[in-house]
T-cell receptor, first 114, second 117 residues
C-alpha cells in the first residue's frame, strides 16, 4: 500500500494559464475525491468519482475546472484560465466502495497563481 | 445544510498536559457520521476515528478519547498526556447519510494544536 500519490507537490503559475494536477489513488480503491483547502480552512469538497464515473460536482467547481478519471484509475484535475483566487491546496482522497471505509488523503498539490 | 464548527483556532499546551478539542455540528439528518482527521505539517490528512449517529458510546484509543453527545451536537476529542508529536491541525468532519454513498465530508475550520516540550 503506497498511499495516495499527487503530482506535482507545488505549482506556481501566472494568472490566465492552464494547470493540470494528477492523483493516483490506492490501487484497490474505486472511489476518488478532490477537495480544495485554503489557508486556515478545512478542506472543501469539489467532486468525486466512482470508478470512471463522475457522480457529483460541488457548486465550487466552476466551468473553468474539469476532472477526469479515465479507466477508473488515476485522475486529473485541470484548471483553465487560472485566477488568483484559485491559489490553494488541492487534495485528492480515495476510499473503498463501502459505507464504512474512511477516506485516505494524499499530500496535496499546492497551487500559487501570481 | 450541514455545518461543523471548531471554535478553537489554536491551542498551545506543554507536553504531558491533557487537551480537549471541541467540535459542534449541525445537521437535519437523523443518520450521519462524524470524523476526526489530523493534518501534520507534511500536509497529509490522517484519519483518526469515525462514529455514526446511533452509537453514542465514547471511545478510547491509547492516549486519544472521543466524547460524542447528541444532546449538545458535540463530538469532542481529548488527548491525554500530550506529546510534541501531537502538534498538528485537527479537523472534525461530518457526512450526512444521504451523502454517505459519496462520502462528501463537510469539514470544520480546524484547530491548530501546538505542544511545547
Amino acid at each position: 500500500d503506497t498511499g495516495v500519490s499527487q503530482d506535482p507537490r507545488h505549482k506556481i503559475t501566472k494568472r490566465g494559464q492552464n494547470v493540470t494536477f494528477r492523483c493516483d489513488p490506492i490501487s484497490e480503491h474505486n472511489r476518488l475525491y478532490w477537495y480544495r483547502q485554503t489557508l486556515g480552512q478545512g478542506p472543501e469538497f469539489l467532486t468525486y468519482f466512482q470508478n470512471e464515473a463522475q457522480l457529483e460536482k460541488s457548486r465550487l467547481l466552476s466551468d473553468r475546472f474539469s476532472a477526469e478519471r479515465p479507466k477508473g484509475s488515476f485522475s486529473t484535475l485541470e484548471i483553465q484560465r487560472t485566477e488568483q483566487g484559485d491559489s490553494a491546496m488541492y487534495l485528492c482522497a480515495s476510499s473503498l466502495g463501502t459505507t464504512l471505509s474512511p477516506l485516505h488523503f494524499g499530500n496535496g498539490t499546492r497551487l500559487t497563481v501570481t | 445544510a450541514q455545518k461543523v464548527t471548531q471554535a478553537q483556532t489554536e491551542i498551545s499546551v506543554v507536553e504531558k498536559e491533557d487537551v480537549t478539542l471541541d467540535c459542534v455540528y449541525e445537521t437535519r439528518d437523523t443518520t450521519y457520521y462524524l470524523f476526526w482527521y489530523k493534518q501534520p505539517p507534511s500536509g497529509e490528512l490522517v484519519f483518526l476515528i469515525r462514529r455514526n449517529s446511533f452509537d453514542e458510546q465514547n471511545e478510547i484509543s491509547g492516549r486519544y478519547s472521543w466524547n460524542f453527545q447528541k444532546s449538545t451536537s458535540s463530538f469532542n476529542f481529548t488527548i491525554t498526556a500530550s506529546q510534541v508529536v501531537d502538534s498538528a491541525v485537527y479537523f472534525c468532519a461530518l457526512s450526512e447519510a444521504r451523502d454517505t454513498g459519496r462520502r462528501a465530508l463537510t469539514f470544520g475550520s480546524g484547530t491548530r494544536l501546538q505542544v511545547q516540550p
